[in-house]
């Protein structure tokens, strides 16, 4: 008698439980979405649904005109995420230190982070909109609405820098200064490159973040700006397809925000 | 004898209630090689500490080359350029390649161009057996070749002593003898080295003096031959014996 082929029946044995795995996969996958699709089509309400949100010729003709209002959008993102990167580095620069002379600073600088990261972003903008015009100075809502974003992601992303410089082992410092750097040089060239690089990730998420809140500069009267232009066109004609055209823009930053970031933490964790 | 290079004068350090260093005399000659040896917590990674200015002394006077470096009037980063240290854990900067491991300190605290520091960092891998590393980063080394790249990074400004805390007891058994290697290496140089260290025969064969850290104090120090092998304290007599039992088990 032959020995059975142990290493053939092994290998058969494996290609069954994958294929069994891959099908199970596929199934499940078309009862899930294929059911949530029949949901939605066969709910009382999708003819009129469809007619307002999913109208196509409406979709071609407000599209542009959205496309071009989502210019300003990435604009005021770029700006204020330039902004938010430098002064939330400078934030956490100063929490971190611990030099006496900064003390009254490090204080402000933590007052500074309560307040600004536990108000809603939507009170802020609507705060800097409607108060300092009030108080006389006469600025562009798209200005103070930029300033109010600003003022709220610098908290947040000086806690992620923070929480960074607090990641780096203390004996990176202590072994640079051994090679002979200053306290100012141990910090630029070996505690904070590997503090921004263990915090690739979440930054990246306040970026994400932060190109969404730029909306918000809607509702204080910012004109030309995506969502306040999409707004406009559903409140004349009911139909809120222009709507979906805002949503896509933002998708389409935002999607590869989050790929890169993916591929980022991947890339970390090789 | 030559110069003093670094004097150690009723040093002591404690942390909190725990008195770590209790009055330490060591004087540390040019081209002179001195081992500390005794039992973790004894207090010979503080001791270098001390040296390099990383810790505080709380009494007495630390003098590099007849000058106090311990005065509180004195710039720690001067005295730490005139200094190397290699540390256990090899403490290499892991977003750097080899090559910028090693020139960081040339270019940023000398001062020497680039292309000359890099020049320099280049010579000094290779003469640690490091040629073509340089572009990889640190992760990708064995634990000796990394304390190799460290004892490498802190010789590249040719200090006027090497401080090196147990840079073989992270290692695992059979790296260790490239690391000892090294070390002889910058002995053969005549490099003035205070050495923190658990090989005892590393110490006989590469010190001049052994000294026997117990408790904080400095309770023996002499030649290699004289501490280790006769030891007049009960102190060192006991801790050497245990170490041979271990080594018999």
């Given at each position: 008698?032959?020995?059975?082929?142990?290493?053939?029946?092994?290998?058969?044995?494996?290609?069954?439980?994958?294929?069994?795995?891959?099908?199970?996969?596929?199934?499940?996958?078309?009862?899930?979405?294929?059911?949530?699709?029949?949901?939605?089509?066969?709910?009382?309400?999708?003819?009129?649904?469809?007619?307002?949100?999913?109208?196509?010729?409406?979709?071609?003709?407000?599209?542009?005109?959205?496309?071009?209002?989502?210019?300003?959008?990435?604009?005021?993102?770029?700006?204020?995420?330039?902004?938010?990167?430098?002064?939330?580095?400078?934030?956490?620069?100063?929490?971190?230190?611990?030099?006496?002379?900064?003390?009254?600073?490090?204080?402000?600088?933590?007052?500074?982070?309560?307040?600004?990261?536990?108000?809603?972003?939507?009170?802020?903008?609507?705060?800097?909109?409607?108060?300092?015009?009030?108080?006389?100075?006469?600025?562009?809502?798209?200005?103070?609405?930029?300033?109010?974003?600003?003022?709220?992601?610098?908290?947040?992303?000086?806690?992620?820098?923070?929480?960074?410089?607090?990641?780096?082992?203390?004996?990176?410092?202590?072994?640079?200064?051994?090679?002979?750097?200053?306290?100012?040089?141990?910090?630029?060239?070996?505690?904070?490159?590997?503090?921004?690089?263990?915090?690739?990730?979440?930054?990246?998420?306040?970026?994400?973040?932060?190109?969404?809140?730029?909306?918000?500069?809607?509702?204080?009267?910012?004109?030309?700006?995506?969502?306040?232009?999409?707004?406009?066109?559903?409140?004349?004609?009911?139909?809120?397809?222009?709507?979906?055209?805002?949503?896509?823009?933002?998708?389409?930053?935002?999607?590869?925000?989050?790929?890169?970031?993916?591929?980022?933490e991947r890339r970390q964790d090789r | 004898m030559s110069e003093p290079v670094i004097e150690i004068k009723g040093v002591t350090k404690s942390f909190g209630e725990m008195e770590v260093l209790k009055g330490i005399d060591l004087t540390v000659h040019e081209h002179e090689a001195v081992a500390l040896i005794g039992a973790s917590g004894s207090g010979k990674s503080t001791l270098l500490r001390c040296i390099d200015l990383l810790e505080e002394i709380d009494?007495?006077?630390?003098?590099?080359?007849?000058?106090?470096?311990?005065?509180?009037?004195?710039?720690?980063?001067?005295?730490?350029?005139?200094?190397?240290?290699?540390?256990?854990?090899?403490?290499?900067?892991?977003?750097?390649?080899?090559?910028?491991?090693?020139?960081?300190?040339?270019?940023?605290?000398?001062?020497?161009?680039?292309?000359?520091?890099?020049?320099?960092?280049?010579?000094?891998?290779?003469?640690?057996?490091?040629?073509?590393?340089?572009?990889?980063?640190?992760?990708?080394?064995?634990?000796?070749?990394?304390?190799?790249?460290?004892?490498?990074?802190?010789?590249?400004?040719?200090?006027?002593?090497?401080?090196?805390?147990?840079?073989?007891?992270?290692?695992?058994?059979?790296?260790?003898?490239?690391?000892?290697?090294?070390?002889?290496?910058?002995?053969?140089?005549?490099?003035?080295?205070?050495?923190?260290?658990?090989?005892?025969?590393?110490?006989?064969?590469?010190?001049?003096?052994?000294?026997?850290?117990h408790e904080g104090r400095l309770v023996e120090i002499g030649p290699p031959e004289q501490v280790l092998e006769e030891p007049q304290r009960p102190e060192t007599q006991r801790f050497l014996r245990r170490l041979l039992e271990a080594r018999r088990v």
């Amino acid at each position: 008698m032959t020995p059975p082929d142990r290493r053939a029946e092994r290998a058969a044995a494996k290609r069954r439980k994958d294929r069994r795995t891959a099908a199970i996969a596929a199934v499940s996958t078309i009862l899930v979405l294929g059911g949530l699709v029949a949901l939605v089509l066969t709910s009382p309400g999708w003819p009129d649904v469809r007619e307002t949100f999913f109208d196509a010729d409406y979709f071609a003709e407000t599209f542009p005109d959205i496309a071009r209002a989502f210019w300003l959008d990435i604009r005021v993102f770029v700006v204020v995420e330039i902004a938010v990167l430098i002064l939330g580095l400078g934030l956490a620069l100063t929490r971190t230190s611990s030099s006496p002379g900064l003390f009254p600073l490090r204080l402000l600088a933590a007052v500074y982070t309560d307040l600004f990261r536990g108000v809603p972003v939507i009170l802020v903008v609507y705060l800097m909109g409607f108060g300092i015009p009030a108080l006389g100075v006469n600025v562009e809502a798209v200005i103070l609405g930029g300033i109010g974003l600003t003022l709220c992601y610098t908290a947040y992303v000086a806690e992620v820098y923070r929480a960074g410089l607090k990641s780096v082992r203390p004996t990176q410092r202590e072994a640079a200064l051994a090679v002979g750097l200053n306290e100012r040089q141990a910090m630029r060239h070996v505690v904070l490159p590997q503090a921004v690089r263990n915090v690739g990730p979440p930054l990246l998420n306040d970026f994400i973040s932060l190109q969404k809140d730029v909306a918000l500069l809607a509702i204080i009267g910012v004109t030309g700006e995506a969502f306040r232009e999409a707004q406009i066109f559903a409140s004349t004609d009911f139909d809120y397809t222009p709507l979906l055209g805002a949503a896509l823009l933002y998708l389409a930053v935002t999607v590869p925000m989050a790929r890169l970031l993916d591929v980022w933490e991947r890339r970390q964790d090789r | 004898m030559s110069e003093p290079v670094i004097e150690i004068k009723g040093v002591t350090k404690s942390f909190g209630e725990m008195e770590v260093l209790k009055g330490i005399d060591l004087t540390v000659h040019e081209h002179e090689a001195v081992a500390l040896i005794g039992a973790s917590g004894s207090g010979k990674s503080t001791l270098l500490r001390c040296i390099d200015l990383l810790e505080e002394i709380d009494d007495g006077d630390i003098f590099l080359d007849g000058e106090v470096i311990t005065d509180p009037s004195v710039d720690p980063v001067g005295v730490r350029r005139r200094l190397g240290v290699v540390f256990q854990a090899y403490n290499l900067f892991p977003h750097l390649r080899v090559l910028d491991n090693v020139t960081l300190g040339i270019t940023r605290a000398h001062g020497v161009d680039r292309a000359k520091a890099e020049g320099q960092a280049r010579e000094i891998l290779t003469r640690f057996g490091l040629g073509g590393r340089e572009d990889e980063k640190p992760s990708r080394l064995s634990g000796g070749q990394q304390q190799r790249v460290a004892i490498a990074r802190a010789f590249a400004t040719r200090p006027r002593a090497m401080l090196l805390d147990e840079v073989t007891s992270a290692l695992d058994p059979e790296l260790v003898g490239e690391v000892l290697s090294a070390v002889r290496d910058l002995k053969s140089e005549g490099v003035t080295m205070v050495i923190a260290t658990h090989e005892m025969g590393f110490a006989r064969e590469v010190a001049d003096t052994v000294g026997y850290l117990h408790e904080g104090r400095l309770v023996e120090i002499g030649p290699p031959e004289q501490v280790l092998e006769e030891p007049q304290r009960p102190e060192t007599q006991r801790f050497l014996r245990r170490l041979l039992e271990a080594r018999r088990v």
